[in-house]
Nanobody, 124 residues
């Protein structure tokens, strides 16, 4: 079993930055064998993938965040980060991290473990 806890959300102004963290705890090998994805869901909208990092460090981003968001992982701390720069009001959503073994997937249903989410609000 893997437990995921997100933190770092809050209120940011347009053009500002936030760094989200996804901390994992497990009885096994931690995050070593898991790809971690960040998803977000705005009110009235479907959950969408934002970024993902596989076990070998390869990364994927949705087009709207490329060049602004950076995903990284520190397996020694069992933590994955999402650095969000140049934030826009349309980035406002609840952000979730999720885990699946090995490689990234674009499909939320293919992730086995989910955190509780953290709210990100971008507004002046």
């Amino acid at each position: 079993q893997l437990q995921l806890v997100e933190s770092g959300g809050g209120l940011a102004q347009p053009g500002g930055s936030l760094r989200l963290s996804c901390a994992a705890s497990s009885s096994g090998f931690g995050l070593t064998y898991y790809a971690i994805g960040w998803f977000r869901q705005a009110p009235g909208k479907e959950r969408e993938g934002v970024a993902c990092i596989s076990i070998n460090g390869s990364t994927n981003y949705r087009d709207s965040v490329k060049g602004r968001f950076t995903i990284s992982r520190d397996n020694s701390k069992n933590t994955v980060y999402l650095q969000m720069n140049s934030l826009k009001p349309e980035d406002t959503a609840v952000y979730y991290c999720a885990a699946r073994t090995w490689m990234c997937s674009d499909y939320a249903r293919q992730y086995d473990f989910w955190g509780q989410g953290t709210q990100v609000t971008v507004s002046s």
